[in-house]
Structure formats: structure tokens, C-alpha cells
């Protein structure tokens, strides 16, 4: 049986996913980090994905990572980022050193100069046979990449990547911080409104707060059974309502054996890390959604 396997993890406010493709392919998209207490540390007490990825999921190399865009809740671990020798880093690169600092705090200039050290060694050009976004090389999982270019750059969250899979009939949207602007550039493209079209579970853009919900990208979301938002204590700003308001929704486990409920959308503030799994088996499609 081949599966997809995707975890998003409870980092607070922050992004952070791992992908394990059916040939065992270990893509990361974004490097959050989270207030999780634990073994798997960063000094703080800080719960870090890549350690716990080396640790307790015995990966030692990524075969790629996804930076949606360089806003620091999004890099926080990038000084981890060497420990699993990614062989791929994709990021949006049309955006100057110059935008990236002016976008982040001053305070955060550390993590933005190890940002640039990594992104200035990750310049040559991929051979398809070496593609992990390949799907010949990674077990038949389709990953189609989007990515806005021409909004003002003085706004990065608007640069955010957006990043669909698909595997045994299920599509899983995971995009950055996108904004308006971003949406709607996006929404020029028809590819990019067939993938919506098709998605079944979708990440919330901006950690599920009102700037990065679009109504008119929610309305081609026609196959909607989910929306997972990553986000740390609730502010005024979340609009978890307005995204539950377009799923269908789905039926979701919970790791400790807890009863099975329909839910429309989740948080990892109350739900805690997820676990998306898609195969096929006896010539039938599954998308199974546990929390912890």
C-alpha cells in the first residue's frame, strides 16, 4: 500500500509541515517552531520539527524544503536546517535581501543572515531525476508549486508560496501567509483555480486571521472538507468560523483514542499536531485526519 503521510505541527504561531511521500521521499514546508515542551529542543525549551525529525522519525537527510517566504515565524529553525542536509531548498528568490530585512524586525537580523548563508549555497539548477516534486521520483504524488510575483514587495507575507499535493484522489493545500493582493494575483491563473477546485483540506494563509482570508478564493473551494489552522492563543483577529463555514466536513480521529467527530476546522491551539494520511487500497481512495 502506498501512502502519503503529512504532519502538521503544533508550533504555535508559526508554520511548519513534514511530507513523507509513498517512496520515502522527506519534504519540510516552513520552519516553525513551537513552545511544545519535551526532548526535542532548541535552547529556550522550544520544541524544533527538524530535531524531533531526526530523533524519534530516524531522518537524517531532507530531500527538500519549502520556504514560503523569509518572515521569521516561518525560519525560526533554520539553525537546525544543517543537522538534516536538505538536498533541495526551494524559496521564493525573486525577493531582494534588501525587502527581506526591512520586512522582519531588526532584532531578527540573525536568522535572516543564516536565511541568506543557506540561500546563496542552494543556486544550481535540479536535474528532473534529482526532483523530489517529481512524481516519478516520489512515489506518484502530483506537487504543484504557485508562486505570486507581483505584488509590492514591501509586504512579504504577499510573496508566500503556495504548495498543492495530490495523492490517492485527495488534495491538500498548503500556502504562507498569502494576503489579498497575493490571492488575487493568483486568481488570474486557471491552474491555480482547477487546484482549488479539486482541494480537500486546506491550511489556512496567515495562520487563519482575517487578512489572509480571500472570499473569492473560498468560493472555488468546492470540494472543501477541512481547514487547519496553526496559530498559538486565539486573537481577535481569527476567522476559524468563516473557514468552517465553507468545509463540508470530515470525520477526524484522535491519536488517543478518544471518540471520532466531524469537524469543519481545527487549530493547533486546541487541537494540537495533526496527521493527514492518503492511500489507496483495494482500488479505494482514503484521507484520514488524526489530531492528538
Avoid at 12 to 27: D, L, R, V
Avoid at 41 to 60: A, C, D
Avoid at 196 to 216: F, M, P, Q
Avoid at 233 to 259: F, I, R
Amino acid at each position: 500500500m502506498s501512502k502519503l503521510f503529512i504532519k502538521i505541527w503544533d508550533v504555535q504561531h508559526g508554520s511548519a509541515a513534514y511530507i513523507n511521500t509513498p517512496s520515502g521521499k522527506h519534504i519540510v514546508i516552513d520552519l516553525g517552531i513551537g513552545d511544545v515542551s519535551g526532548n526535542d529542543t532548541i535552547p529556550g525549551n522550544v520544541f524544533s520539527p527538524l530535531l524531533h525529525l531526526k530523533r524519534h522519525y530516524g531522518v537524517n537527510q531532507l530531500d527538500e524544503v519549502i520556504i514560503t517566504h523569509p518572515h521569521k515565524d516561518h525560519i525560526d529553525d533554520i539553525f537546525n536546517f544543517d543537522k538534516l542536509e536538505p538536498k533541495v531548498l526551494r524559496r521564493p528568490t525573486h525577493i531582494s535581501e534588501e525587502d527581506v530585512r526591512k520586512g522582519n524586525k531588526p532584532g531578527d537580523s540573525a536568522f535572516i543572515d543564516k536565511y541568506f548563508e543557506i540561500n546563496n549555497r542552494y543556486s544550481r539548477t535540479l536535474d528532473v531525476t534529482e526532483d523530489p516534486e517529481y512524481k516519478n521520483n516520489n512515489g506518484g504524488v502530483i506537487i504543484r508549486v504557485f508562486q505570486p510575483t507581483n505584488c509590492a514587495s514591501t509586504n512579504l507575507n504577499n510573496q508566500s508560496t503556495v504548495v498543492f499535493l495530490n495523492f490517492a484522489g485527495s488534495t491538500i493545500c498548503i500556502p504562507g501567509d498569502n494576503e489579498g493582493a497575493s490571492w488575487t494575483e493568483l486568481l488570474k491563473n486557471d491552474d491555480f483555480i482547477t487546484w482549488l477546485k479539486n482541494t480537500d483540506i486546506l491550511v489556512a494563509s496567515h495562520h487563519g486571521r482575517e487578512s489572509g482570508y480571500c472570499e473569492e478564493m473560498m468560493q472555488y473551494c468546492l470540494e472543501l472538507k477541512l481547514v487547519i489552522i496553526s496559530d498559538g492563543p486565539q486573537g481577535n483577529t481569527c476567522v476559524a468560523d468563516k473557514y468552517g463555514n465553507k468545509a463540508k466536513g470530515w470525520l477526524v480521529h484522535s491519536l488517543s483514542g478518544a471518540e471520532s467527530k466531524t469537524r469543519y476546522c481545527l487549530t493547533t491551539r486546541t487541537d494540537g499536531a495533526m496527521e493527514i494520511e492518503c492511500y489507496s487500497d483495494d482500488d479505494k481512495n482514503y484521507l484520514i485526519v488524526n489530531k492528538e
